[in-house]
Nanobody, 119 residues
Framework: EVALVESGGGLVQAGGSLRLSCAVRGFAFDEDAIGWFRQAPGKEREGVSCISGSDGSTYYADSVKGRFTISKHNTENTVYLQMNSLKPEDTAIYYC????????????WGQGTQVTVSS
C-alpha cells in the first residue's frame, strides 16, 4: 500500500522547535520529489518546503526560509522537516506529499499532523 505517514506534530511555545517526520511506504522515493504543505483554519493551503528527488535541491516558502530545514534519508525512507524559531502563525495541519516519477503533480498525500504554536 502506498502511503505517507506523518508524525512529530504537537504543541510548542513560540520560539520552540519541532521535527516532523514523513515515513514513505509502498514505493521507493529516492527519485521522487517530497514536500510539505500546511493549512491553517480559514486559510488557503500553502506549500512550505520540498526536496527534489533528482538532485536534492530544496525549496522553502519565504515565510519559513531560514527557520525550517527539509532533509531526506533514503536508507530510512523518511523525510524530515526541522522547524525552529516557531511562530504562532506557523500553527496549521502539516501534510507530507510526494510527486512520484511520471506524475504531473503531488499524487500521494499523508493524513496530516497538527502543529500548534502558542504565544
Amino acid at each position: 500500500e502506498v502511503a505517507l505517514v506523518e508524525s512529530g506534530g504537537g504543541l510548542v511555545q513560540a520560539g520552540g522547535s519541532l521535527r516532523l517526520s514523513c515515513a514513505v511506504r509502498g514505493f521507493a522515493f529516492d527519485e521522487d520529489a517530497i514536500g510539505w504543505f500546511r493549512q491553517a483554519p480559514g486559510k488557503e493551503r500553502e506549500g512550505v518546503s520540498c526536496i527534489s528527488g533528482s538532485d536534492g535541491s530544496t525549496y522553502y516558502a519565504d515565510s519559513v526560509k531560514g527557520r525550517f530545514t527539509i532533509s531526506k534519508h533514503n536508507t530510512e525512507n523518511t523525510v524530515y522537516l526541522q522547524m525552529n524559531s516557531l511562530k504562532p502563525e506557523d500553527t496549521a495541519i502539516y501534510y507530507c506529499v510526494a510527486q512520484r516519477v511520471g506524475a504531473s503533480e503531488y499524487d500521494v498525500w499523508g493524513q496530516g499532523t497538527q502543529v500548534t504554536v502558542s504565544s
